[in-house]
């Protein structure tokens, strides 16, 4: 039962008015503008553009300043506004191989087609803080750096082309909107795979953990990631004929995995998948790994009973959202909530010591 909240409406405008202040800092201190937070905190933007299903680098600062950098408050205003928004159409699914890299690796192939490009990573550094950057007007040292224009063919084509990996099969049927209709069980991967790629990032993050301890029999290789810009092409209707509206970053992640055959499927490997906004390559190879995870069934695997497997569990509890609704609902007033439980313990309290005394009588 939820306790309305009645009167107080002086309280609540000056713990808005004091939130303002905090926000807002030291004035002594330059207030952050929106571009500071979209070109130097773009980690942090793209995972609010993803978590958020919406491409927006600027309002995604904007939500982040807003929510004086809580991450998923500032999802939590994302998703709001996203929902104020028209719908004008559909664009076409984009075309990821034709993606400019600006990241592009493989841990199965040394001498993959096309290179490896390390791009823009933390995977080298030494984790050691840089006080060079506590430095006023610090700058690094220009460089020469631009997306790879050369072709990249899939590193699973290649094992494909022995029949090693499992082909995925395509498919014409339009896949269900979960912004749009409420999610279902079971769920299909196209289903799945939304709600992972909005997913919380540590959640996913720990149930792809969980398939490498043990808790689903889940030894992947990445068989590739890459990172890059990619075009988004839709059917205007009044022209007949795809335009390029725009441009979108995405992190994509194909695992490979080794399986050992089923009553249904020979020996070969099997593919993990995934793909978000930006830069968000830990969070595409979690999705990846608990994408696998969730195919046990389609394969003819054994349900090792691992929290990874479980459909239900993992995409009821992927999103961050629902989940610190819930959570932070129970902070708010339930005082006739509280009272029936009071009231309840009392007497449970009082029943069971007139029974202690009647015992040891």
């Given amino acids: 039962m939820y306790v309305a909240v009645k009167g107080g409406e002086q309280a609540i405008d000056a713990a808005h008015d004091w939130l303002a202040e905090e926000r807002r800092g030291d004035l002594a201190v330059a207030e952050l503008t929106l571009a500071q937070i979209r070109e130097q905190m773009s980690l942090a933007v793209n995972r609010v553009m993803a978590e958020g299903s919406l491409y927006d680098p600027d309002l995604a600062a904007l939500a982040i300043k807003q929510a004086r950098g809580d991450l998923i408050e500032a999802i939590f205003l994302i998703r709001a506004y996203r929902t104020t928004l028209p719908r004008i159409g559909h664009s076409r699914a984009v075309d990821t191989g034709a993606m400019r890299c600006d990241r592009r690796i493989s841990a199965t192939f040394k001498d993959a087609p096309g290179g490896q490009v390390l791009g823009p990573t933390f995977d ?7 006080f060079k950057l506590a430095a006023d007007g610090e700058l690094p040292e220009a460089t020469e750096s631009a997306p790879s224009e050369a072709p990249m063919p899939r590193i699973t084509e290649f094992l494909n082309k022995d029949g090693l990996i499992q082909d995925e099969a395509a498919s014409d049927e339009l896949p ?3 912004t749009r209709q409420p999610m279902d069980y079971p769920a299909n991967r196209a289903l799945r795979l939304q709600a992972l790629t909005r997913g919380d990032e540590g959640f996913v993050l720990g149930m792809a953990y969980s398939t490498q301890r043990g808790y689903g029999r889940n030894h992947p290789f990445v068989g590739e990631l890459r990172i890059g810009a990619v075009e988004v092409e839709m059917e205007v209707p009044e022209l007949g004929f795809e335009i390029c509206i725009g441009e979108v970053v995405l992190t994509e992640c194909e695992t490979v995995n080794q399986f050992a055959g089923s009553k249904t499927e020979p020996p070969q490997f099997t593919r993990g998948y995934g793909l978000v906004f930006g830069q ?5 190879i979690s999705m990846a790994l608990v994408d696998r995870a969730l195919r046990w069934q389609e394969l003819g695997e054994d349900n090792l009973g691992a929290p990874a497997q479980d459909e239900e569990f993992v995409l009821a509890h992927a999103d961050n959202i629902q989940a610190s609704g819930f959570l932070e609902h129970i902070k ?4 006739v909530d509280f009272q029936s439980e009071l009231e309840l313990v009392r007497r449970m309290r009082a029943g069971a010591t007139g029974a202690m005394r009647e015992a040891a009588e």
């Fill in 124 to 130: 080298y550094t030494h984790r050691l803080l840089d």
């Fill in 280 to 284: 968000t390559e830990r969070k595409a």
């Fill in 332 to 335: 708010l007033p339930h005082y």
């Fill in 176 to 178: 269900p909107d979960m």
